[in-house]
């Protein structure tokens, strides 16, 4: 079965430093989505975006927040200036065409944040 | 605005016991309704997916879950439970529009005593 690939799968960092976080979503795939989940609690919506735009934010995505698709391939997520509470695991997931389609979900990126 | 509810944050059985999850869910159109499982340390990954096709669906390892209208649920079954199905359980609805996100509930921890 085909695969969304995040990488790094841990990530350090200091409290304030900028991060980026890097997604490779299946290679068919127009809708793209990220994920967060701090320690225990539920899967929560961040961002999604279709034709290079975003196209639905939640509360937690403020301006530190940022995403790109830089090239066809990869999907980025930008966190301006980390804090504490931004430690999480991050998920990346894509979709193809059809709303009814599952979502594929990369393993993860657990952020910690110093 | 839709929503799921997930009744009980940790459910414990015997193996060879019946598995029930619940699920309740809110929409104010007609849902698309999923189950995701996530194992330690991995990411999430479909167990099955509800999409008004038929009210009973089959999905992965021996799980189904049924639709039911009346009572706004889609409870997660497994006939007979097995060590390697411990994991969390995310029921999760995406409503019918395009790059619509997932909403997750809050998680059911589903341990499995030999």
């Known amino acids: 079965e085909p695969e969304v690939t995040q990488t790094p799968s841990h990530q350090v960092t200091q409290m304030g430093q900028e991060v980026i976080l890097r997604c490779v979503p299946i290679s068919n795939h127009l809708y793209f989505y990220w994920y967060r989940q701090i320690l225990g609690q539920k899967v929560e919506f961040l961002v999604s975006f279709y034709n290079n735009e975003i196209s639905e934010k939640s509360e937690i995505f403020d301006d530190q927040f940022s995403v790109e698709r830089p090239d066809g391939s990869n999907f980025t997520l930008k966190i301006r200036s980390t804090k504490l509470e931004d430690s999480a695991m991050y998920f990346c997931?894509?979709?193809?065409?059809?709303?009814?389609?599952?979502?594929?979900f990369g393993s993860g990126t657990q952020l910690s944040v110093l | 605005a839709q929503s799921v509810t997930q009744l009980g944050s940790h459910v414990s059985v015997s193996e060879g016991a019946l598995v029930l999850l619940r699920c309740n869910y809110s929409?104010?159109?007609?849902?698309?309704l999923f189950w995701y499982v996530q194992y330690p340390n991995q990411g999430l990954q479909l167990l099955l997916k509800?999409?008004?096709?038929?009210?009973l669906v089959k999905g992965i390892n021996g799980f189904e879950a049924e639709f039911k209208k009346s009572e706004t649920s889609f409870h997660l079954t497994k006939p007979s439970a097995h060590m390697s199905d411990a994991a969390e359980y995310f029921c999760a609805v995406r409503s019918y529009s395009s790059a619509s996100k997932i909403i997750f509930g809050s998680g059911t921890r589903l341990s499995i005593r030999p």
């Open positions: 929409s104010s159109v007609p849902p698309y």
């Open positions: 997931a894509s979709t193809g065409t059809s709303t009814n389609e599952k979502l594929f």
């Open positions: 509800y999409t008004s096709a038929a009210t």
